[in-house]
Every structure is written in C-alpha cells, then in structure tokens.
C-alpha cells in the first residue's frame, strides 16, 4: 500500500453530468498529479498540482480542472462528461518537484468512472 | 513517434525463465526512468528506477539504462506465475511530465 487513497472506488455517470474525483497523497508528498487510464493503455498524463498551484497539464481539453488544497489533497473535476471518459483515473504523488532528479510516483487505487 | 515505447506483447515465458521487458524514449534529455507493474484491475506500483547508464538489480529484477541508444530495459529473473501482469515504463521528458508507454503484458506459465 502507497498511503494514497482515492475516492470514490467506482462511478457511473451520465454523457453531459459532471464528476468530482478526490485524492489524498501520501504523508510528507505535496506534489499530486493525476493521470487517465484507457483500457489496454499506458497511463495518460492530465495535470499536476505543486503548492495548489497547476504545475503542468498534458493534453486533455478545459472541462478537466482539479484543485489541490492546503493538506495536499487534491480533485479533479470533469464537465460535460463524454462517453470516451470512461476509464481509471489515477492519482499519484510525489515530493517536490524540484527535485533532481525528479521524484518517484506513488499511484492511489483509482477510480473507475463509466459514463453511459 | 510515440515518446515512450515498449514491445507490444504479450510476453509468455516459463517459470524460472528470464523474462526481458524493452522501452525506447524519444526525449533525449530524460533522466529518469521509471517500471511499474500493474495487475489486471489494479493500479500501477513501482519496482524499480533508474537514473543513471548500466544496470541496478533488486531481488530478482535488473533495469539497464543507456542513454546514448535511448532504451531502457528491465530483467525479471527466475519468473514466477505472480510475476503475471502488465509492465509500464515510465520516462520524466524534458517537461517535467511523466510519459508511460502502452505496457507490455507478461504471462509466465508454471
């Protein structure tokens, strides 16, 4: 076990509802980043927060935005769900990205979010 | 040109084999590399790192990093069935953003 916890474990939403991801980093990481995982493909990077700020965004659309909060927890939210938003959304973290060389990431369980 | 590649799989090898995972990268400047296991509905777990040229064994597994040809591989020894999963390479690029590849699944036949 990592010590990164994610809620909720599973979800089913609707094309057009939004959803609201959590996480919670392991003690002593302020660096969390969250990933998309398609079935049969390597984790997608989304973005990552470092001292609640966004600290880099790989290429998903404006509807994907998250938060990080002062105890290092951190969401991501979807809009506008789409049908190819189905997949295990995983959160990761790490110590400073300042860090040379950058950190290990530790992942949480995920979610699993299926939109119909 | 994917940034991070790895053999397509699936690999199958006997128990007690060596099993050999590959992963080429296209960020030149990357210089930190990264496996993760992953089980079939789980989420990834890291096994080993790697930051510099030459290889770094833990246990039963060897990464081996050469930057000049851009590939990383990783070595399980005396495969077991648990050994059974996906393998994920994972490479910091320039940008400070961790790319993985697409995995490679590893199924070890007792």
């Known amino acids: 076990e990592t010590g990164v916890t994610q809620s909720p474990t599973h979800l089913i939403k609707t094309r057009g509802q939004q959803v609201t991801l959590r996480c919670s980093s392991q003690s002593g990481h302020n660096t969390v980043s969250w990933y998309q995982q398609a079935l049969g493909q390597g984790p997608q990077f989304i973005f990552q927060y470092y001292r609640e700020e966004e600290n880099g965004r790989g290429n998903f659309p404006p509807r994907f935005s998250g938060l990080q909060f002062p105890n290092y927890s951190s969401e991501l939210n979807v809009n506008a769900l789409e049908l190819d938003d189905s997949a295990l959304y995983l959160c990761?973290?790490?110590?400073?990205?300042?860090?040379?060389?950058?950190?290990?990431?530790?992942f949480g369980p995920g979610t699993r979010l299926t939109v119909t | 040109q994917k940034e991070v590649e790895q053999n397509s799989g699936p690999l199958s090898v006997p128990e007690g084999a060596i099993a050999s995972l590959n992963c080429t990268y296209s960020?030149?400047?990357?210089?930190?590399f990264f496996w993760y296991r992953q089980y079939s509905g789980k989420s990834p777990e890291l096994i080993m790192s790697i930051y510099s040229n030459g290889d770094k064994e833990d246990g039963r597994f060897t990464a081996q990093l050469n930057k000049a040809s851009q590939y990383v591989s990783l070595l399980i020894r005396d495969s077991q069935p648990s050994d059974s999963a996906t393998y994920l390479c994972a490479v910091y690029n320039q940008g400070g953003k961790l790319i993985f590849g697409q995995g490679t699944e590893l199924s070890v036949k007792p």
């Open positions: 990761a973290s790490s110590t400073p990205t300042s860090s040379e060389p950058p950190d290990e990431q530790y």
């Open positions: 960020d030149r400047g990357s210089q930190s």
